[in-house]
Protein backbone atom coordinates (compact mmCIF):
# COMPACT_ATOMS: atom_id res chain seq x y z
CA UNK A 1 0.00 0.00 0.00
CA UNK A 2 1.03 3.41 -1.07
CA UNK A 3 0.85 6.33 1.95
CA UNK A 4 1.67 9.90 1.88
CA UNK A 5 1.92 11.85 5.05
CA UNK A 6 1.88 15.52 4.80
CA UNK A 7 3.48 18.17 7.81
CA UNK A 8 4.43 21.67 8.30
CA UNK A 9 0.59 23.14 8.17
CA UNK A 10 -0.06 25.60 10.90
CA UNK A 11 -1.36 29.16 12.05
CA UNK A 12 0.40 32.14 10.65
CA UNK A 13 -0.24 36.16 10.14
CA UNK A 14 -0.52 37.17 6.86
CA UNK A 15 2.64 38.29 5.21
CA UNK A 16 4.49 35.19 7.17
CA UNK A 17 5.42 31.76 5.66
CA UNK A 18 5.16 27.91 5.99
CA UNK A 19 6.89 24.90 4.69
CA UNK A 20 4.85 21.73 3.34
CA UNK A 21 6.27 18.45 3.31
CA UNK A 22 4.90 15.38 1.73
CA UNK A 23 6.65 12.13 1.71
CA UNK A 24 5.43 8.96 0.01
CA UNK A 25 6.24 5.57 1.19
CA UNK A 26 5.28 1.94 0.63
CA UNK A 27 4.80 0.19 -2.39
CA UNK A 28 6.40 2.65 -5.03
CA UNK A 29 7.65 1.22 -8.10
CA UNK A 30 8.25 4.71 -10.18
CA UNK A 31 6.50 7.38 -9.00
CA UNK A 32 6.09 10.10 -11.77
CA UNK A 33 4.75 13.38 -10.11
CA UNK A 34 4.21 14.75 -6.92
CA UNK A 35 2.03 18.24 -6.12
CA UNK A 36 -0.62 20.13 -3.80
CA UNK A 37 -3.83 20.63 -4.01
CA UNK A 38 -6.48 22.69 -1.20
CA UNK A 39 -9.55 22.98 -0.33
CA UNK A 40 -11.34 25.38 1.93
CA UNK A 41 -14.52 25.08 3.09
CA UNK A 42 -17.75 25.05 0.63
CA UNK A 43 -15.25 25.37 -2.14
CA UNK A 44 -13.95 22.85 -4.51
CA UNK A 45 -10.41 21.26 -4.54
CA UNK A 46 -8.04 23.00 -6.66
CA UNK A 47 -4.35 22.62 -7.30
CA UNK A 48 -1.69 24.68 -6.00
CA UNK A 49 1.43 23.17 -8.09
CA UNK A 50 2.52 20.60 -9.10
CA UNK A 51 6.21 18.81 -10.22
CA UNK A 52 7.65 15.76 -11.87
CA UNK A 53 10.19 13.90 -11.80
CA UNK A 54 12.00 15.95 -13.84
CA UNK A 55 11.64 18.93 -12.01
CA UNK A 56 8.75 20.27 -14.36
CA UNK A 57 6.71 22.93 -12.23
CA UNK A 58 3.06 24.26 -12.74
CA UNK A 59 1.15 26.71 -10.38
CA UNK A 60 -1.98 28.02 -9.83
CA UNK A 61 -2.26 31.77 -10.93
CA UNK A 62 -3.17 32.79 -7.68
CA UNK A 63 0.09 31.58 -6.05
CA UNK A 64 2.86 32.23 -9.00
CA UNK A 65 5.46 34.83 -7.14
CA UNK A 66 4.87 33.37 -3.77
CA UNK A 67 4.83 29.76 -3.61
CA UNK A 68 7.71 27.21 -4.72
CA UNK A 69 6.93 23.64 -5.22
CA UNK A 70 10.53 21.14 -5.31
CA UNK A 71 10.80 17.64 -4.59
CA UNK A 72 13.77 14.84 -3.69
CA UNK A 73 13.13 11.98 -6.40
CA UNK A 74 15.46 9.80 -3.81
CA UNK A 75 13.20 10.39 -1.08
CA UNK A 76 9.65 10.83 -2.87
CA UNK A 77 9.01 13.73 -1.22
CA UNK A 78 7.55 16.86 -2.25
CA UNK A 79 7.64 20.35 -0.61
CA UNK A 80 5.59 23.56 -1.03
CA UNK A 81 7.46 27.06 0.11
CA UNK A 82 4.28 29.13 0.88
CA UNK A 83 5.82 32.65 1.27
CA UNK A 84 3.53 36.19 1.59
CA UNK A 85 0.27 33.83 2.59
CA UNK A 86 -2.58 35.70 2.66
CA UNK A 87 -6.26 35.20 4.34
CA UNK A 88 -7.13 33.48 1.19
CA UNK A 89 -4.82 30.94 1.44
CA UNK A 90 -6.49 29.44 4.50
CA UNK A 91 -7.67 26.08 3.27
CA UNK A 92 -6.54 22.00 4.10
CA UNK A 93 -3.39 21.36 1.84
CA UNK A 94 -3.96 17.68 0.26
CA UNK A 95 -0.38 16.39 -0.97
CA UNK A 96 -1.21 14.21 -4.03
CA UNK A 97 1.03 11.79 -6.19
CA UNK A 98 1.11 9.75 -9.27
CA UNK A 99 2.67 6.40 -8.92
CA UNK A 100 2.95 2.88 -10.74
CA UNK A 101 3.30 0.41 -7.69
CA UNK A 102 4.61 -2.13 -9.19
CA UNK A 103 6.09 -2.99 -12.35
CA UNK A 104 2.86 -4.70 -13.61
CA UNK A 105 0.84 -1.91 -12.24
CA UNK A 106 -0.37 1.23 -14.32
CA UNK A 107 0.19 4.94 -13.23
CA UNK A 108 -2.64 5.56 -10.48
CA UNK A 109 -3.18 9.15 -7.79
CA UNK A 110 -2.76 8.88 -4.11
CA UNK A 111 -3.67 11.48 -1.88
CA UNK A 112 -2.77 12.20 1.84
CA UNK A 113 -4.80 13.33 4.57
CA UNK A 114 -4.29 17.07 4.41
CA UNK A 115 -2.87 19.19 6.40
CA UNK A 116 -4.39 22.81 7.75
CA UNK A 117 -3.17 26.17 6.91
CA UNK A 118 -4.17 29.02 8.48
CA UNK A 119 -3.48 32.22 7.62
CA UNK A 120 -5.29 35.19 10.16
CA UNK A 121 -4.43 37.91 12.23
Known amino acids: QVQLVESGGGLVQPGGSLRLSCAAS????????MGWYRQAPGKQRDLVAT???????NYADSVKGRFTISGDNAKNTVYLQMNSLKPEDTAVYYC???????????????WGQGTQVTVSS
Open 96 to 110: NARIQSTRWSGFRDY
Open 26 to 33: GSIFRLDA
Open 51 to 57: TTRNAIT
